[in-house]
């Protein structure tokens, strides 16, 4: 697991997901009809509101620092009976239980490092897939552009602002294995005072596997998965060659 999570404060302050994607999956969880599993499921950013809307969700995560998280948050909520954590990992899980929608958000799928991970993940999914239920996740779509744009640079992903009157700066390093098609991520977060004076610095790293569109339906379909539906946005695009993110939803073949 990546250090980079030990750290929820600041994953929940940065990371706020992609435009849409948590409607994206509340309306596929409301019209599944049945129980949510969230693989990867963090501090519960998708879990909650799905909870919140009356839904009965199981939230997987390897991280027991961003389960801490979520549980506090789905309290503060009200929504605690509805929400069941489970600290697990996607590649080797057992719940004893099937769902009508299995998700795996904000691409956490491209933590699976190794092609015999993806695989053991998705027949962990496929043993837990009720009758009828669907898998949906997204992945972003690899450009070569902009690989080589981002190779071996210190990029500003965002500058975030505190209620104290403190910044936080998040800054990404990123290096490529393109044999391995791995993405490895050194990310430091840099916090300021209102007057400019760095009071905390903290350095995590994690690692990406980047799938290609033709790649990732060869995969789903040799693990007994069909690509049922496949999107370019969050709204329901088509997926095309501009698309930079890939919302994929798969049924049993």
Known sequence: MSDMYRWADYYDLTQRGMAGDVEFYLDMARHAGGEVLDLACGTGRTSIPMAEAGLSVTGLDLSSEMLKRAQEKAEKHG???????IQGDMRSFDLQKTFSLIM????????LLYIQEQMKAL???RKHMAPGGKL????FVPKISHLYEEREKMSLRGTFRLETGEEVAMWDYTRYDHF??????????????????VTERVVGRFTLRYI?????????RLNGFKV????GSFDKKPFDSSS???IVVAELL
């Open 79 to 85: 929504v605690a009976d509805r929400l069941r954590l």
């Open 104 to 111: 795996i958000p904000f691409r956490s799928f491209l933590h």
């Open 123 to 125: 027949a962990c999914i």
């Open 136 to 139: 949906v996740f997204n992945v």
């Open 180 to 197: 391995q098609q791995l993405s490895e991520v050194t990310r430091t977060y840099e916090r300021t005072s209102p007057d400019g004076v």
């Open 212 to 220: 290609f569109p033709a790649e990732l339906h060869h995969l789903l």
């Open 228 to 231: 049922t539906q496949r999107y």
């Open 244 to 246: 930079s993110e890939l």
